[in-house]
């Protein structure tokens, strides 16, 4: 069964970067949608980022102008390149596939910022 395999995620200060990457554990057919989800201790998870592969993409509030997601189309892969971190950017980071009926999802990358 194919799944989605995240990598990149770690410990960094504030105000540093981070790039996180994500593709299919297997060739599948294209992707349209993809994106990235977080989740904190004690939280929902909460949406990120998303883009389809015309590259048309939203951003939550919280990471306007810090975050840039961006696509892969060969390789059906979604990269979240993430700058100018925070301690509130501290999460288990999913990368979602929503158009798969259930839904394809990542294992989760944690990303710590540390103050």
């Known amino acids: 069964q194919v799944h989605l395999v995240e990598s990149g995620g770690g410990l960094v200060q504030a105000g540093g970067s981070l790039r996180l990457s994500c593709a299919p554990s297997?060739?599948?057919?294209?992707?349209?949608?993809m994106g990235w989800y977080r989740q904190a201790p004690g939280k929902q998870r909460e949406l990120v980022a998303r883009?389809?592969?015309?590259?048309?993409?939203t951003y939550a509030d919280s990471v306007k102008g810090r975050f840039t997601i961006s696509r892969d189309n060969a390789r059906n892969a979604v990269i979240l390149q993430m700058n100018s971190l925070k301690p509130e950017d501290t999460a288990t980071y999913y990368c979602?596939?929503?158009?798969?009926?259930?839904?394809?999802w990542g294992q989760g990358t944690q990303v710590t910022v540390s103050s």
């Open positions: 979602n596939a929503p158009e798969f009926s259930p839904p394809l």
């Open positions: 297997s060739s599948i057919f294209n992707i349209n949608a």
């Open positions: 883009i389809n592969s015309g590259g048309t993409d």
